[in-house]
Each structure stands twice: as C-alpha cells, then as structure tokens.
C-alpha cells in the first residue's frame, strides 16, 4: 500500500537541519524499503509502495515537487475523464506557480502534493476529496508530512501522547473533524487545504473551501441538475474504473451503490467487475433481492456473503493498527478479510462502493432544505410546496416543519450540528457532553466563514466531510485498493451548487439522483423509500461478545475519565437489558472503538506515552 513521508526544514535552523538528516538516514536504512525522490535543500521527499514516475508519485520539474496518488485531468464536470494523468513540463510549471491551485482547478483525484515555490517556501497541499491520509508532527524544528503513523513510529524517535480534550469530544461528536487529532504533537491536514512553511513559520489556508463552492450560485433547475448529476457522475465513476485492472463492488442494493454499478457497467474501459453484497440474518436485514435486481440488470456476477454474528469475535480489535485518531473498525473486522479472499481470487486491484452516496445527494434532513428555501426566496408560493415535500419525506405534519423553519429563519443564528448529534449519545457523561455542546472549536474549520449560510448547506457539507479510510486497520498492506468513486471533486463541487430543497423536489429524499439514474437502475430501487437495517445484527454481536465488551468498556479510559456514564453503560451491558428503545451501534461501533484505540496507544511502553489530560 503507497505511503510517503515528506520532510521540511529550516535550512538556516542547524538544529532542524540536523533533525531532518537523522530522520532521512533512518528511512533509508529502515526494513522498509523507502525510496527519496530528488529534492532540494530545505526539503525531502521519501515513498514507499509504488515506483519513481508511477501514478502514485509524479515529480514536478526542476525538483520543484511531487504529487503522490491518483490524479484525473478535468476538463470540465461532463467531459469524459479517462484514464490516470501524467503532468508534464508546462503543467508542472503552472502548478509551481500558483502554489498549487492550478491542481486544484484543472484535476482531481486523491492525491497530496508537495510544491517547493522557491528557496524557502514549500507548501503542501491535499485534494478536496481528503481521500488520502496527509497529517503532520515535527521532530527538532523539522516538520514531517506523513499518511501512516505507523511509520513515524518505526523511527524510534518520536514520541506521542493521547490528546485527551480531542478524545472527550470525539466520544460524543463521531463526526468530529477538525485539525486537532487524537495525539497531541500530530495535527491533521484539511481536505483542501494548503500549509505554507516558510523559514521556519507555518501558515494554514484553503485553496478549496465548499462553502465558498455553494455561495457561488445554485443550480435551482431540477432538470438541469439531473442532466448534470448524471453526466458528472458517470464520468468520474469511469475514470476511476479505468485505474484498475479489475474491481470488486460492494452491492447493498440501495441506490447509491446501484447507480455505482450502472456506471460501472457501460464503462469503455470495461474493467472486470465483481459484485459483493452482505447480507445478515435478522428482520428487515436481508437485501439481497435489491442486489440480486441491480447484478442482474447490469449482467455481472454477484457473490453474497451472510453475516454471522456468532463468528465474529470483537477480541480480534485489539490488533487494530494505530492510527492518529480513532476510526470505526467493526465494518473492516467483518468484512476486510473476506473482501481481501475474493479480490485475490478475482485478481482485483480495487474495491469500490456506493459510501458516501446518502450524504452526497442529500438523503437526511429534509426539514432544513425548508429553511433554506426561506433564506434563498423568502415566504411565497413555493415555500409550501417545498413544506409538503419534506413532510412526506420526513412523514411529519407539515405545519410544525413550517414553524420549525421560520423560528429557525427569525433567529438569524448560525446553525450548528453539535447539539443534534449529543442529544442522540446516551452514555455520554452530561457535564462532558455540555463541554462538547458549548465549544465552537469542534466545527470543521470550513464552516469559519459560514456566517449567513443556509443551514441545510450547512449539514449538507458537515456531512461530507469525514473523508473514508485509505489504509487497512488490521495491517494487510498488499490488499487492493479502497475507493469511493462517489467522493470525487467535481461531483462533490455540483452536488453542493445544488440547493437542498431542489434535492427533496417531489417528496423524496436524493430526488436528483433519482431521476438521473432512473433508466439505469431497477424501478424497484428507485422507488425504494427505507434503507436496510443491522440493529437486530448488532445486538447478536454484542450479545456473543458481552464479557469482552463489559470488561472493556466498564473498567476501560473512556469511563476513568469522565466521559462515559458507568451506571448507564452497565445497564445496557447486561443479560436483562431490554434493547427495544436504544441503539446498540452508539456502542459497538463508536465507544468501543474509541476505547480499543486507547488501548492500543496505551499498549506502547511507557516512555512513549505520558497521559495528560489538556
């Protein structure tokens, strides 16, 4: 699996000279197999995963750079965008030249790149997607770029310590995702974001902001966004079809993975393709007759795969890979090894899916594209259309959503998605959880200059900005490649000029897409309204899990420090519980996660780690 650490320094700084030499001869010396781009003085660039010149690392001229990943041409959001881009002498140039930006406005992909301006600026710069890992930590006044903790801590000089207040807003607010990190000397880089060093000083911005991206006017025609959600869509799924030389594809049998595949389909690189669907024993758990319409319409194979939950052993967590901040790894313990069997079966390179289709197309809060309505046009004749659409989505009497929505719009204050997601965390501790309700911080540095934006955009964008994981947590480095296809910058770019309420149009939720795909996909899939569920899945998890999850969780950091409510968590954690009125993911997939991350951090000797709480 590709990964790359960039070193930068002060060339004026001895001490920082001295810091960046001792780490580069260790990377070169290091098991493993590290290779060094050329660079220039004040800069090092080091990979490891792919070769010189690859698609995974293109050197820009004159030792001015790199740019590690995958990288698609763009010509505009409906051309066809086939096949990896190569960046030649004048591209690179302009790239050099406007720090980066020209990348950001010509291609796309998952990438990070480094771009050396001149004798004593570099900047480093990760794609709108935040596809692929970039953080940062420093060593003696050396800053170090990097995608993989795991390297840096193969060093053997550096140390870290468990950010604590990152932690305790974590708990409560999963989707926290800011630059702060669970570790207190590693920071994360933004997608979109571009850090400028220079002589020794850090400075942060944006190059690409979608806030700014969703004030620069909105594609108030449904039928035009439906003739371009189509056309984008198709092209950027068959671009990154064509990076591989065969793919597996994750098939639910909702929509977004549906139209995924209808995409896939036609495709003229025709990659070979194998349909993967999961699928669980419990009640309203069993889609496979959604998956079996959709293999079926697009002519592929499909293998599917049951779930069972008494094989599953959640003692297996505790070899997670270490990573700077806690993730949900029950989705990979389930599914990783079995994706991994079939792609060396199939000889696929990549994984593919419909994740991060519900967020794209706007299938939650419907209620909000009503108040969007009301900051865009004000009270009038279509405020009431746009009222019964979202209560025949959100199946709610129309009049309190209209009262919801002009409280909403008289207040004039700045939506926020903090105080939402804690009232949905039971176990939360209540005075951790008003810390977390009261802190501004924990809003994604995008929304800084939110002020007066609608507050549908606003969940719009919040919702798409935890980018998927990149590596695997179980430490399988030469499995294929995962990748959301649906995540990709111009798609994302259209998706946030369409306003929401255009999004809702005819009372259903993701009713672009709908429409766009609806001589691709089975009708059945189309009209489909509710989503499969796992809560009947969950509770058989923990309960063929429960000693280790009680003991875990019951004596684990997360209770010793405040942030969860023993009392309330051994209730739900007992024989006799009744699961009817709680949601049993909250403690699978977030709580216990987080504290299986402690632990691995914890599991480091002491030396490495020192508790502190901020």
């Known amino acids: 699996m590709f990964r790359y650490i960039v070193l930068v320094w002060n060339p004026a700084d001895s001490e920082a000279a001295v810091a960046a030499s001792a780490i580069a001869t260790l990377l070169l010396t290091a098991p493993s197999s590290w290779a060094r781009s050329p660079g220039d003085e004040g800069y090092a660039v080091f990979y490891a995963g792919a070769r010189l010149g690859s698609s995974e690392c293109v050197l820009l001229p004159d030792r001015r750079g790199a740019v590690f990943g995958k990288l698609f041409k763009r010509e505009s959001d409906v051309e066809p965008m086939l096949g990896v881009a190569s960046i030649g002498a004048e591209e690179g140039r302009r790239i050099v030249a406007t720090a980066g930006q020209h990348l950001i406005g010509s291609y796309w992909g998952r990438y990070v790149a480094v771009v050396h301006e001149d004798a004593d600026k570099v900047h480093v710069l990760r794609d709108p997607s935040g596809a692929l890992p970039c953080f940062l930590t420093s060593y003696r006044g050396a800053v170090i770029f990097f995608s993989d903790i795991e390297d840096c801590l193969s060093l053997g000089v550096l140390r870290f310590t468990v950010n604590w207040k990152y932690i305790a807003a974590f708990v409560p607010y999963s989707a926290l995702q800011v630059r702060a990190t669970g570790l207190n000397e590693v920071s994360e880089v933004q997608a979109g974001e571009r850090v400028t060093l220079r002589r020794g000083s850090i400075q942060r911005s944006f190059a690409w902001n979608p806030v700014r991206i969703a004030r620069s006017g909105g594609i108030e025609s449904a039928d035009d966004a439906v003739a371009r959600l189509r056309q984008t869509t198709r092209a950027c799924v068959r671009a990154w079809s064509s990076a591989y030389g065969s793919l597996i594809h994750n098939l639910s049998g909702g929509l977004d993975s549906s139209i995924v595949l209808s995409c896939l389909r036609d495709a003229p690189a025709r990659t070979p393709l194998t349909c993967l669907h999961y699928f669980a024993p419990g009640r309203d758990e069993d889609e496979r007759q959604y998956a079996r319409l959709a293999a079926r319409h697009a002519g592929v194979e499909l293998v599917e795969q049951a779930l069972e939950p008494r094989s599953l052993k959640l003692e297996s967590l505790l070899t997670i890979r270490r990573s700077a901040k806690p993730w949900f790894y029950l989705h990979e313990l389930e599914r990783s090894e079995i994706e991994n069997r079939l792609a060396s079966q199939r000889a696929a390179t990549g994984i593919v899916s419909g994740a991060g289709g519900d967020a794209l197309f706007y299938q939650s809060r419907a209620d909000l594209a009503v108040v969007d309505y009301l900051c865009r046009h004000g009270i009038g004749p279509g405020l009431l259309r746009v009222a019964l659409n979202a209560a025949h989505i959100e199946q709610r009497s129309i009049w309190p959503l209209l009262r919801a929505a002009l409280r909403q719009r008289m207040r004039q204050k700045r939506w926020s998605p903090l105080t939402e997601a804690l009232a949905q965390r039971t176990l939360i501790d209540p005075q951790s959880a008003q810390l977390t309700w009261s802190n501004e911080e924990l809003l994604h540095p995008w929304l800084e200059s939110a002020d007066g934006l609608a507050p549908g955009k606003a969940w719009h964008i919040i919702s798409m900005s935890l980018a998927p994981a990149f590596y695997d947590s179980f430490g399988r480095p030469d499995g294929p ?134």
Not at 500 to 515: E, M, N
Not at 572 to 593: G, K, V
């Open 481 to 614: 490649e995962r990748t959301v296809p649906l995540m990709s910058q111009p798609l994302i770019e259209l998706c946030l000029r369409i306003p929401t309420y255009v999004s809702i149009s005819g009372g259903r939720d993701r009713a672009i897409a709908r429409r766009a795909f609806a001589s691709d996909v089975p009708a059945e899939i189309i009209r489909r309204r509710a989503k499969g569920a796992i809560d009947h899945y969950s509770v058989a998890v923990l309960d063929n899990n429960l000693p280790f999850v009680r003991e875990l969780l019951l004596d684990g950091l997360l209770v010793r420090e405040g942030i969860l409510d023993r009392a309330k968590l051994e209730r739900h954690l007992s024989r006799d519980r009744s699961p009817a009125d709680f949601e049993y993911n909250e403690i699978l997939h977030q709580h216990l996660c987080t504290e299986v991350w402690l632990r691995r951090w914890k599991d480091l000797p002491q030396s490495f780690l020192e508790v502190v709480r901020q």
